[in-house]
C-alpha cells in the first residue's frame, strides 16, 4: 500500500543535505567539546560555530542560543528556569501562560504551581485561539515573574501576535517566552527586531533531527539552569554536547529558512484547497483555528458526531497518517485542552483531526485524502447508526 | 481484487493473543491488532495490571514483528461504568459478581467489536482456549478448547449468535505448550511470561483490598444466624463473605463453621457445620441459550458454577420464561449469588445463566 504522510506537525524526515553535514562528527569529528585537545577542540570548534550560525539565521546576535534535547526541554528551562530565578531575585509570584499552550509549557506550570507554590493564571484566547490582549494587559502585574504564550498553535496552527505581546511584556519589564516550535519551521523570524526575551524550538519539526532543539535566550536574562553538572552552555544546561545532532539542527535552520518563502506558498495552496474541500464536502465539518492567521501547512477541524480516534485509526488503516491534534496526546479520550479554551463543546472537541502538510506533499495526495477522508467519515458514520 | 478476510484481533501484550495474531496471520487474514485501554483505578502501574505501559509495549513489538498495525483504544469509561461499578454494586448487595464475564458480554463483544465494525472488520479475534464451530444450517457452536488445563469456554458462554459469527479464536485447538512454543518460535519476548491471574482492575492487593477503596464505607452490619435460627453473632456486612468461606467468621465454635447462605433481602448470614454447606438446587436467571432458542426440559447437563469448578451432572428444569430451576444429585457447597453457571452437553456449551438463590435440600 502507498502511505501517504499528511502529520508533518508531529515530526518531519530528516533531509539529505543535512545527514550529510552530521555523518562526519559521528566518527571523524567525534571528540567531546569540552576535551582540551586535538579531538576535543575540533568538536568545541564546530559547536560554537554552530551557535553563530543559529545566531545567523535567526538574526539573534543579541541572544545566547542554548543547546537542549528538544522543544520540550527548552520550554522546560525557559519556564522553570525563569519562575525560580524571577522569584529569588524580584519574589514575583504569578506565573502567565496562553489558554492554549503545549503540554510542555503547561505540565511545566502546573508543576511549578503544584510543587513550588507559584500562582499559576491561563490567559484567554479568542474563538480562533489568539490571546485576548486586553485581558492579557489587565492580568500582567509586576509580581509577574514569567509569561509564556505559544507562538503558533500545534493543534489549531493559529498564530499569535508574539511582538506585540512581547513588546506588553517589555513595557511591563516581565520576561516573555514563547514556545516557536511549530513556527520557526514556517514563518519568518527575525530576532533583532522583536521584544521576545526566550524561544524554544526543536529541529525535528524542521527536517532535523529528533532529539536536539535550542532556546534563545536574551543575553542580559539570567536562567536557573534544569540539568546541573558541568559548564557546557555557559553553566545554562550540563552534559555533553551531541554534536551530529547540533550539527544537523543547524544544517536544517539555515534551509527551512533559505526554502521557506518557495515552500510557504506552495503549502498554502494546498492547505486552501483541502481546507475549502473538506467544509463543503464532509457534512458538520468545521475549521478550527484562525482561518487567516494560520501556519501555511495547518489544517485542523472538528467533524460532528465522529470520534477523533476512531476517524484516525480508519484513515491509517486506509493508507493516511494524520493526527487528532497533539502526538503527545495519543489514546487520552479526554477532549483537548486546547479545542475547549476556544469554546467548543466537548463532544465536538472529541472529533478533531489535524491535517499537516510538508516538502513533498503533492496534490494528488491531497486529493487522494479527501477522498479517503469522505469514505471513512461516511463509513464510521454509518456503523454507529447501524445495528451490531 | 481478491480481498483478504479483516480480523481485529483483542492484544493484551500476553502470550495467547500475541499468537492468537500471529497465527492469524500466518492464516492470510488482513490482521489489525487492538488493545482496550480499561478502567484500572490505582493499580495503573502494577505489573499484572492490563494496558500498562509495560504491556502495551510488549503488543507493540508483537504488532511490529508481524508487521500488523495496532492501535490502543480507550474503553476506561465503558468499562467502569459496565464491569466496575456493576463488580461493586453487585458486591454490596452480598452478590458475587463474575467481572471477566460481564466485560466479555458487555465490552469486548460490544464496544471492541463496534470498532472492529468502524473499519470494515469482519470478524473479532481473541486469544481464549474455546472453539466456535459453524454447522451446515449456520448455527454457532461454542465448544471447550482442546486443551482442558486452559478450557476459557466457561467465560465466553454469554456470547449470542450474533457474535460468535463474527468471532475467531484461533487457540481453540491448540494446547497451552503448543502456544508458548509458537511464541519462542517467532521470538516473542513475551513467549514465558506468566498468565495473568489477578482481576486486571484490582491488582495484586486483591478484591477485598479494591472494595474497600472504591466501595461504599458505609457498613451494613447485621445478624449471623445458624442453621436452627439462632442469633450466633453480628456480621459487618453481607459484602464480606463468600459462601462456603470458613475464615473470618469468628472463634469460639465448637466445630468449624462455614457460610451457608447469605439472605440479602434481610441482610442475614447463615452460618453451619460442613455436613451443612451445601444445597440440591439452585435457580438461574438471564439465561443464554448459545444456539439462540431454549431447548426442551427437562434435561441433562453438566454445570459448572465457577470458572474452575468441576463439571456436574444437573436436570435442568424450567420455572418461567426468565428463570431456570437446576437439581444436582449431589450437595454442591459454594453456588453463590451473582456468579455465572454454564451448562454443557459433552464439549459443548449450551447456555448460561446468573445463579439467584440456592435453595432446596
Keep these: 500500500m502507498d502511505r501517504i504522510y499528511l502529520d508533518y506537525a508531529a515530526s518531519t524526515p530528516i533531509d539529505k543535505r543535512v545527514i550529510d553535514e552530521m555523518l562526519p562528527f559521528f566518527s571523524t569529528v567525534f571528540g567531546n567539546p569540552s576535551s582540551m585537545h586535538y579531538f576535543g577542540q575540533k568538536a568545541e570548534g564546530a559547536v560554537e560555530l554552530a551557535r553563530q550560525r543559529i545566531q545567523n539565521a535567526l538574526n539573534a546576535q543579541d541572544y545566547d542560543v542554548i543547546f537542549t534535547s528538544g522543544g520540550t526541554e527548552s520550554d522546560n528551562l525557559a519556564l522553570r528556569g525563569m519562575a525560580l530565578k524571577e522569584r529569588n531575585e524580584r519574589g514575583s509570584n504569578r506565573i502567565l501562560i496562553s489558554g492554549v499552550e503545549h503540554h510542555a509549557v503547561l505540565a511545566t506550570a502546573e508543576q511549578l504551581k503544584k510543587y513550588y507554590g507559584f500562582e499559576l493564571e491561563l490567559l484567554r484566547v479568542d474563538v480562533n485561539g489568539k490571546l485576548d490582549i486586553s485581558q492579557f494587559i489587565n492580568t500582567i502585574d509586576n509580581n509577574v515573574a514569567v509569561v509564556s504564550v505559544i507562538y503558533a498553535n500545534n493543534e489549531i496552527g493559529t498564530i499569535n501576535p508574539i511582538n506585540e505581546i512581547a513588546m506588553i511584556c517589555r513595557d511591563k519589564e516581565i520576561p516573555f517566552h514563547t514556545d516557536a516550535v511549530q513556527a520557526v519551521a514556517h514563518l519568518e523570524i527575525n530576532m533583532s527586531s522583536n521584544e521576545i526575551d526566550l524561544l524554544s524550538f526543536g529541529a525535528h519539526k524542521f527536517y532535523g533531527p529528533k532529539g536536539v532543539g535550542a532556546l534563545l535566550k536574551k543575553k542580559d536574562i539570567e536562567l536557573l539552569p534544569q540539568i546541573t553538572g558541568g559548564m557546557q552552555e555557559r553553566g545554562s544546561r550540563a552534559g555533553t554536547h551531541n554534536v551530529p545532532y547540533i550539527m544537523g539542527m543547524v544544517k536544517a535552520l539555515e534551509l527551512v529558512i533559505d526554502e521557506r518563502e518557495f515552500d510557504s506558498t506552495r503549502l498554502k495552496i494546498l492547505r486552501d484547497k483541502l481546507i475549502e474541500e473538506v467544509l463543503k464536502k464532509i457534512q458538520g465539518s468545521k475549521l478550527t483555528g484562525d482561518p487567516v492567521d494560520r501556519l501555511p501547512n495547518h489544517a485542523s477541524f472538528v467533524i460532528d458526531g465522529v470520534n477523533g480516534n476512531d476517524l484516525l485509526i480508519a484513515l491509517d488503516i486506509a493508507g493516511f497518517a494524520v493526527s487528532s491534534g497533539s502526538a503527545c496526546k495519543v489514546g487520552n479520550p479526554t477532549p483537548s485542552d486546547v479545542l475547549l479554551a476556544i469554546g467548543l463543546e466537548p463532544a465536538l472537541a472529541m472529533g478533531s483531526i489535524r491535517v499537516t502538510l510538508g516538502k513533498t506533499t503533492t496534490i494528488n495526495e491531497v486529493n487522494n485524502f479527501l477522498s479517503a477522508l469522505a469514505q471513512v467519515v461516511d463509513s464510521i458514520r454509518k456503523s454507529k447508526s447501524g445495528v451490531l | ?361
Design chain 2, 1 to 361: 481484487m481478491n480481498h483478504k478476510a479483516k480480523v481485529v484481533v483483542a492484544m493484551s501484550g500476553g502470550v495467547d493473543s500475541s499468537v492468537a495474531a500471529a497465527l492469524l496471520v500466518e492464516q492470510e487474514y488482513d490482521v489489525v491488532g487492538m488493545m482496550l485501554k480499561l478502567w484500572t483505578g490505582e493499580c495503573e502501574l502494577e505489573a499484572n495490571a492490563c494496558c500498562t505501559p509495560e504491556s502495551i509495549g510488549e503488543a507493540r513489538s508483537v504488532a511490529v514483528a508481524l508487521n500488523i498495525p495496532f492501535y490502543v483504544i480507550d474503553a476506561k469509561d465503558i468499562f467502569k461504568q459496565h464491569v466496575v461499578d456493576q463488580f461493586i454494586s453487585s458486591y454490596q448487595r452480598g452478590l458475587t459478581p463474575n467481572p471477566c464475564f460481564i466485560c466479555n458480554q458487555t465490552v469486548k463483544w460490544e464496544y471492541l467489536l463496534s470498532k472492529a465494525n468502524q473499519i470494515g472488520a469482519d470478524y473479532l479475534a481473541t486469544g481464549h482456549y474455546a472453539q466456535i464451530i459453524e454447522d451446515e444450517v449456520h448455527v454457532y457452536h461454542l465448544l471447550k478448547g482442546i486443551d482442558e488445563q486452559k478450557d476459557q469456554s466457561y467465560i465466553l458462554a454469554g456470547l449470542t449468535q450474533k457474535k460468535l459469527c463474527r468471532t475467531l479464536l484461533p487457540l481453540g485447538k491448540l494446547k497451552k505448550n503448543d502456544v508458548r512454543e509458537i511464541a519462542v518460535r517467532y521470538c516473542f519476548n513475551v513467549a514465558r511470561k506468566p498468565d495473568s491471574q489477578d482481576l486486571c482492575f484490582t491488582g495484586k492487593s486483591g478484591y477485598r483490598a479494591f472494595l474497600a477503596t472504591y466501595g461504599s464505607q458505609e457498613k451494613s452490619p447485621g445478624v449471623i444466624r445458624n442453621v436452627a435460627g439462632e442469633t450466633v453473632g453480628e456480621h459487618q456486612g453481607l459484602a464480606s463473605y463468600t459462601i462456603g468461606q470458613r475464615k473470618g467468621l469468628g472463634s469460639g465454635y465448637k466445630v468449624p463453621q462455614y457460610v451457608i447462605s447469605k439472605n440479602i433481602d434481610l441482610n442475614e448470614l447463615v452460618i453451619g457445620t460442613e455436613d451443612q454447606l451445601g444445597s440440591k438446587s439452585f435457580q438461574v436467571s438471564q439465561i443464554n441459550w448459545i444456539s439462540g432458542f431454549a431447548p426442551t426440559h427437562p434435561k441433562e447437563y453438566w454445570v459448572k458454577i465457577r470458572y474452575k469448578a468441576n463439571p456436574v451432572l444437573c436436570s435442568v428444569e424450567d420455572i418461567n420464561a426468565d428463570a431456570l430451576n437446576i437439581v444436582v444429585e449431589n450437595k454442591i457447597r459454594d453456588a453463590t449469588p451473582g456468579q455465572i453457571a454454564v451448562f454443557y452437553d459433552d464439549n459443548e456449551v449450551i447456555g448460561s445463566g446468573v445463579i439467584i438463590s440456592t435453595e432446596g435440600e
